[in-house]
């Protein structure tokens, strides 16, 4: 069989070269890296191979706006990893996928990406192709811990999943076009629970006195709002016992909650186009400049139900020290699943419904992810 090519578009941004870097090491496949830089392409690519100790690694200037340059790019590639904050050119990456019959996983969070697949879904599928959107951390994890959870339970009745997410941004160089989507998605989020039989609009006590939870040390008990994600939406179709469900997202910090983020609603909702640039920029201020240690990303499920008439409880909390590598594990676990058929299926698929939660969860254990 001839050993798999993958391009990753964001090959050489913080979580591609994650993704490149675990690829060599769980698979035998080869990768091209790109973005719209050859030069900073070709210097990851140089990395890369020295760590792998072998050329598996070759550059491409690939432009998500411009549907030639992803073509050439996927060309011979049976799977293209969009690691790219290009949620924007979603259209073009997935006609490009399209035309060059290759399989496809994203990782942005953008409610619109998953709309714009969705409009596609059944070309997809009739082309044969394997599309994963909503791939890494959150997106990509909370809905697959509550399909873990309801194996535990004979009803799952309530699961709820929170994430809190300190990194130092100090440290770590994000592009505008990240910020921005960081900024678009935040500034718009849908605060839904499912209760009483229905997606619903959070109370807004749970917005202004919001649920604590601990997430053990060293954050303890935080705060976490809910946020809606596409992911999440059909598990209560799946499990028809379960009465409340929602993923809650903690704070970055007390400068970006209570004034950028606020302030960004406000300002994307009159001027979205003139308020973009400044919110993102402020926003990257604000995370670098008021940041604070410990440092860390945790992800916590509670859940609760019966087992043979009994009341139980199951609660997982994972994390990383870096919030990184906590999206590009789950990436590659996914794949790992998906490079050897078993979650490899036509169609546009979520990650978190796609894959097989307890190998998942084994595989990024091995990866590095504490599971307590
Ligand atoms: N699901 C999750 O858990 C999760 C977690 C973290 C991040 N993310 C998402 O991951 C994406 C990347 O984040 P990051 O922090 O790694 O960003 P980053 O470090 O700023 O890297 C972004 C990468 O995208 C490339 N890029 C930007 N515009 C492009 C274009 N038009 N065509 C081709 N490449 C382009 C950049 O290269 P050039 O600018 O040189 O082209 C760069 O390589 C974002 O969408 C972010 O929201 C998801």
């Given at each position: 069989?001839p ?13 591609g070269?994650l993704?490149?870097s ?11 890296v790109a973005?719209?830089s050859l ?11 020295a ?13 998500a ?25 979603v ?17 942005q ?5 998953v ?20 791939g ?23 699961a ?10 100090k ?19 849908q ?61 970055f ?6 004034l ?11 001027a ?12 990257l201020?604000?995370?670098q400049?008021?940041?604070?240690p ?5 992800l916590?499920?509670?859940a ?6 009994q ?24 794949l ?12 546009l ?24």
């Open positions: 069989m050993t798999n090519s993958i391009l990753i578009l964001g090959g050489y941004g913080n979580t070269r993704i490149a675990l690829l060599l090491q769980e698979t035998d496949c080869r990768l091209v973005g719209r030069v900073k392409a070709e210097a990851a690519a140089a990395t890369l191979n760590q792998a100790g072998s050329p598996r690694v070759t550059a491409a200037a690939a432009d706006a411009d549907v030639s340059s992803l073509r050439r790019a996927m060309a011979g590639c049976s799977l293209a990893v969009i690691a790219s904050s290009t949620a924007d050119h259209a073009e990456v997935a006609r490009a996928a399209l035309d060059t019959r290759t399989d496809y996983l994203d990782v969070f953008a409610t619109a990406k709309h714009a697949l969705q409009r596609l879904a059944s070309e997809i599928e009739a082309a044969g192709c394997c599309f994963i959107t909503d890494g951390f959150h997106p990509g994890l909370p809905a697959a811990l509550v399909r873990h959870a309801a194996a535990q339970f004979d009803h799952l009745q309530r709820v999943v929170a994430s809190v997410i300190k990194e130092d941004w440290r770590v160089e994000i592009g505008i076009s990240t910020a921005e989507e960081m900024v678009r998605e935040l500034a718009g989020y605060a839904l629970e499912y209760r009483d039989g229905a997606w619903r609009q959070a109370r807004w006590t749970s917005l202004w006195l919001p649920q604590m939870m601990d997430f053990g040390p060293p954050f303890g008990r935080q705060y976490a709002v809910p946020m809606f994600l596409e992911e999440m939406r059909g598990l209560p179709g799946l499990y028809p016992d379960l009465e409340a469900v929602s993923f809650n997202v903690g704070g910090n007390w400068f970006v909650d209570m950028v983020l606020p302030l960004a609603m406000v300002a994307m909702r009159i979205p186009t003139q308020a973009l640039g400044p919110m993102a920029r402020w926003m201020w604000g995370l400049r008021f940041s604070r410990p440092y860390g990303t945790v916590r499920l509670e609760s139900g019966k087992v043979q008439g009341p139980k409880r199951f609660d997982l909390t994972l994390s990383h020290a870096d919030g990184y590598w906590f999206t590009a594990i789950p990436v590659v676990a996914s790992l699943q998906v490079l050897d058929g078993s979650a490899r299926r036509p169609g698929w979520f990650q978190a419904s796609i894959v097989e939660p307890q190998r998942l969860l084994h595989d990024m254990q091995r990866m590095g992810i504490e599971i307590r």
